[in-house]
């Protein structure tokens, strides 16, 4: 037992030559993930779909971080079969997989669109499966590594006017399991982090509706909405061999909003 004690240190978070898919990373929460890991140790490779990558490359490369881009669409399969091809000719393996890339659409449920529906399905679910049945397959044989879904508060309920998304959402969840199950005898860890409201450039216009902002962060605990290095270090806890335990589960990064009425 003391032997076990004395072991364990601080270097247990460290990333240091490890390399990280981080999908959707050059904006973001995304860019929160990737950068965290950088400043861990890691080195980052970064499919995107909307062209502005400048910001995520300086700032991982002032952690200290390589950085490598494809852009296209995760949700096309060649697409992700050369998202893995490329990251393991560059870095040579694929130590941590994170799915956060996502859309939503908000519509009336009476006429929500078919295609909003394909849409949404397609790239926050399907495209997760997919890619990591693929990243996994290069895990295996080593024996290691980290797989962190992105959930949200809507993994745990349901709001209106975005059916699919809360759909998807806790579909991550269930998906999460599946892999915790499936994976575990190779020592690869399969979990997920649910983030609740978080102040970004995404839901300026929303915080600028005192309405709106106000019922949420009155019941949020913590009595603010979120910054995005609040989830910097559940990032890079469950990327580093300080989580080889957690497997299947989903941490809410929401300052307690899923645990209020």
């Known amino acids: 037992m003391e032997e076990q004690l004395r072991r364990f240190s601080l270097d247990y978070f460290s990333l240091k030559g490890k390399t990280a898919i981080v999908t959707g990373a050059n904006m973001g929460l995304g860019m929160a993930y990737a950068v965290a890991f950088a400043k861990a140790g890691a080195d980052l490779y970064i499919p995107h779909f909307t062209p502005e990558t400048e910001t995520v490359r ?25 998202v893995v091809a490329d990251c393991l000719k560059i870095f040579g393996k694929i130590d941590i997989l994170v799915n956060n890339a996502g859309i939503s659409q908000f519509g009336d449920f009476a ?10 399905i397609d790239l926050d679910l399907n495209a997760v499966y997919y890619l ?36 998807a959402k806790h579909g991550i969840l269930g998906l999460t399991k599946v892999f915790a199950n499936e994976l ?49 270090g559940t990032a890079v806890f469950l990327a580093s061999r300080a989580s080889d335990y957690v497997n299947g589960w989903s941490i809410s990064v929401d300052g307690g909003f899923t645990t209020t009425l």
């Open 184 to 232: 575990g005898e190779f020592n690869i860890q399969t979990n997920a982090i649910s983030p609740g409201f978080l102040a970004t450039e995404v839901n300026r216009e929303l915080r600028a509706d005192p309405s709106f902002y106000d019922k949420i962060t009155n019941r949020i605990p913590a009595g603010r909405w979120g910054d995005l290095d609040d989830l910097m």
């Open 58 to 82: 300086k700032l991982i490369e002032e952690a200290g971080g390589t950085v490598a881009f494809l852009q296209g669409d995760l949700t096309k399969p060649d697409y992700r079969r050369n």
């Open 132 to 167: 990591s049945h693929e990243v996994a397959k290069t895990m295996m044989p080593r024996k290691s590594g980290k797989i962190i879904n992105i959930g949200s508060a809507l993994s745990y309920a349901a709001d209106k006017k975005c059916p699919p998304y809360a759909t």
């Open 111 to 120: 006429d929500y669109p078919d295609d909003a529906w394909q849409r949404c």
